[in-house]
């Protein structure tokens, strides 16, 4: 909105949210629980100085604004904004997650011509076992390879959490 308008609330407000993004790139790869104690002392005053900042100017501007809309709209989601700050496992946003979703969205008209309900779910199967493999480190097409291997080699059913992407380790074979 910035890059349209040059509107130095909208400037303002973008050097706020960049100041809790500074502090989330000191932070990254720490424990969860030294994460969360660091959101705790750093981000949570500046979340809190920012909502007061936001409710302010949307009650200074128009609510028929792009700008006022905008405001209204973040100030109507700020538990859901907030949230990260209570949890170190969870992001400052959402764009891991509209990243894994966006093959999805380019493959999915075709999926329309998987031939049958039961072709869709079992390809939704397939596409769920193969990105969480990616999740976990793991060639998506190797890891299936090896679990199907290991299945008809005669997996223990006991041991089939073992074949899960965040247990599995490949085994060595002697050449």
């Known amino acids: 909105m910035f890059e349209a308008t040059k509107s130095p609330i909208a400037e303002e407000g973008l050097r706020q949210i960049g100041a809790l993004y500074a502090i989330e790139a000191e932070i990254n790869g720490l424990p969860l629980g030294r994460r969360r104690a660091e959101r705790q002392v ?100 190797a890891y299936i390879a090896a679990v199907l291997d290991r299945m008809a080699r005669g997996q223990p059913i006991s041991r089939l959490d073992d074949l899960l992407p965040w247990n599995f380790a490949p085994q060595r074979q002697a050449a």
Do not use: H
């Open 42 to 141: 750093r981000s949570r005053p500046l979340l809190a100085e920012l909502r007061g900042w936001m409710e302010t100017q949307w009650r200074r501007l128009s609510g028929k604004s792009a700008l006022g809309k905008a405001l209204q709209y973040a100030l109507g989601r700020w538990d859901a904004l907030a949230r990260y700050v209570e949890d170190g496992r969870l992001s400052i946003d959402n764009n891991l997650s509209e990243r894994l979703l966006r093959g999805i969205a380019v493959t999915r008209k075709n999926f329309l011509f998987l031939g049958s309900d039961a072709g869709g779910e079992r390809a939704a199967v397939i596409y769920t076992i193969a990105e969480t493999a990616k999740l976990n480190g793991l060639d998506p097409e």
